[in-house]
């Protein structure tokens, strides 16, 4: 009895071990995750305008009028990560003429507001999700996400992370193209 006392714990901190291990592999994608969104349509949604941006509130309609590929990205002032893909999404709006809509995740109107202000608007609308209800109907892990959704509404593509590498930029433009050309 009281060499599985000894051991046990030991055999508890190998098995922790181990899982903790695999958590750290390099070759590990968090999107390799697949969504349940992925060739579905976008939920069901109205989300008001973020307060103080003058940009209009989202909804699930406006992303299925759109005819052309949308970026949405979730994202919020408070994420030290969405601060850093901020100038590449401006980027793909500014330089390469993509359309990009956003999801307010969680955030004070005030916050997002000023962030906004702070860093420049790229967002061609942005829903305020105050309450998290919409990012869980988007099934979103955290934030920065973001999703390609076609012209006719379907969500095509998911990136969990910020989109500051250029293999992540990379990704998100190819799915775009993608979208384009099923039309």
């Known amino acids: 009895m009281n060499r599985l006392v000894v051991a046990l714990p030991a055999l508890l901190a190998l098995v922790l071990g181990g899982f903790f291990l695999w958590?750290?592999?390099?070759?590990?994608?968090?999107?390799?995750?697949?969504?349940?969104?992925i060739a579905e349509p976008v939920p069901e949604f109205v989300l008001p305008a973020v307060g103080g941006t003058g940009t209009p509130g989202l909804s699930a309609e406006d992303l299925r009028t759109t005819?052309?590929?949308?970026?949405?990205?979730?994202?919020?002032?408070?994420?030290?990560?969405?601060?850093?893909?901020?100038?590449?999404?401006?980027?793909?709006?500014?330089?390469?003429?993509v359309r990009l809509m956003g999801i307010n995740y969680q955030d004070k109107p005030e916050d997002a507001a000023n962030w906004l202000s702070s860093l420049g608007n790229p967002y061609e609308r942005i829903g305020s999700d105050l309450e998290g209800r919409v990012g869980i109907d988007w099934a979103i892990s955290g934030v920065p996400e973001t999703f390609v959704v076609d012209g006719s509404g379907?969500?095509?593509?998911?990136?969990?992370?910020?989109?500051?590498?250029?293999d992540a930029q990379a990704k998100v433009r190819a799915a775009i193209?993608?979208?384009k050309g099923q039309r």
């Open 67 to 97: 005819g052309e590929p949308v970026l949405v990205n979730v994202f919020a002032s408070w994420c030290v990560p969405c601060r850093a893909e901020h100038a590449v999404l401006t980027g793909f709006v500014v330089q390469e003429g």
């Open 23 to 37: 958590g750290l592999n390099p070759e590990r994608d968090p999107n390799a995750v697949p969504s349940a969104r």
């Open 154 to 166: 379907v969500v095509v593509f998911r990136y969990v992370g910020p989109i500051i590498a250029l």
């Open 177 to 179: 193209e993608a979208a």
